[in-house]
């Protein structure tokens, strides 16, 4: 029903983006963050059946290697690119809404030993104290 995806794109070629989506029938809503937003831009993508995708136009500081990282998806005959869990944590505590922090706490529960809890804290020591903080609380639970 809901899914985010981070491009990493700018403006123009998000409005661009746009016209093609409305050309293939999704309704789309695309908005700029102000100049304070880590988040560039943002398009709402709808589809007829209710099912939303919200597309991140870039995300200010985000750690340099995590496209490294990502874990690559075959779909439908293409690759898709997923951002590993780590990042993802990092970003979701950063993000630091109530649905963002529930996200983050459910994947470090389901991560289990397999997750690198150094690199999570250090990802997320980049996006600053509040995004820190907020991981070592729902580390602490």
């Known amino acids: 029903m809901d ?3 981070l491009l990493s794109v700018g403006m123009p070629q998000a409005r661009h983006l746009e016209d093609l989506l409305k050309a293939a029938g999704f ?11 880590p988040i560039p831009g943002l398009m709402q993508l709808r589809d007829v059946h209710g099912n939303q995708v919200d597309l991140l136009i870039g995300l ?15 779909f439908q005959g293409s690759a898709l690119n997923f951002i590993g869990r780590e990042d993802f944590v990092a970003m979701k505590v950063f993000a630091g809404g109530p649905m963002d922090l529930i996200d983050a706490a459910r994947v470090i529960s389901a991560g289990g030993a397999d997750m690198d809890l150094e690199l999570v804290r250090r990802l997320a020591k980049r996006y600053g104290r509040d995004a820190s903080s907020a991981l070592e609380r729902i580390l602490a639970e």
């Open 60 to 74: 200010k500081g985000m750690e340099p290697h995590a496209l490294e990282r990502a874990i690559e998806v075959p």
């Open 27 to 37: 309704v789309t809503e695309l908005r700029s963050g102000d100049q304070d937003d």
């Open 3 to 5: 899914a985010d995806v």
